[in-house]
């Protein structure tokens, strides 16, 4: 069952060490579903954006009050297309699916000019995703 405590608990640890990918092996035919939406793909992005700005910059943090609720619509969104809590979870989990993330949401951070590892830039993305009010600078607070 997702709990609250679970759900933060999730939200924290996906937005501070990363979420999904692709790369290595094959990928799983099953989470084919998951890929093809575009809210889900669009808010793992997020996530994912999130996760690295907040690991590489130290003057910005998660708003987990926007985030965990954020999290949660993603959860549903996977399970009304069918998949159980307990393979929701395998797909978070799952790292040829985080490897797919990671390397969508280094893409979009080259895009804006910041890569992992450079926190100067990351900051700068950040601040400028908090100041356009973005979705994912609603989910990051500076200071």
Do not use: K
Request: proline share 3%.
């Amino acid at each position: 069952m997702l709990t609250p405590f679970r759900i933060a608990a999730a939200a924290g640890v996906l937005l501070v060490t990363g979420l999904f990918t692709t790369m290595g092996h094959a990928q799983d035919a099953r989470w084919q579903p998951l890929r093809e939406s575009a809210e889900i793909e669009n808010g793992l992005l997020v996530v994912m954006v999130g996760s690295f700005i907040v690991e590489g910059c130290d003057d910005i943090s998660v708003r987990r009050l926007r985030s965990t609720p954020y999290m949660i619509g993603l959860a549903r969104q996977a399970m009304g297309l069918g998949f159980s809590q307990a393979e929701v979870e395998e797909f978070i989990d799952d790292p040829v699916e985080r490897a797919r993330v990671e390397a969508r949401a280094d893409a979009y951070l080259a895009q804006n000019g910041a890569a992992r590892g450079d926190a100067a830039s990351l900051c700068r993305v950040g601040r400028d995703e908090i100041s356009a009010g973005s979705t994912i600078g609603r989910m990051l607070r500076q200071g």
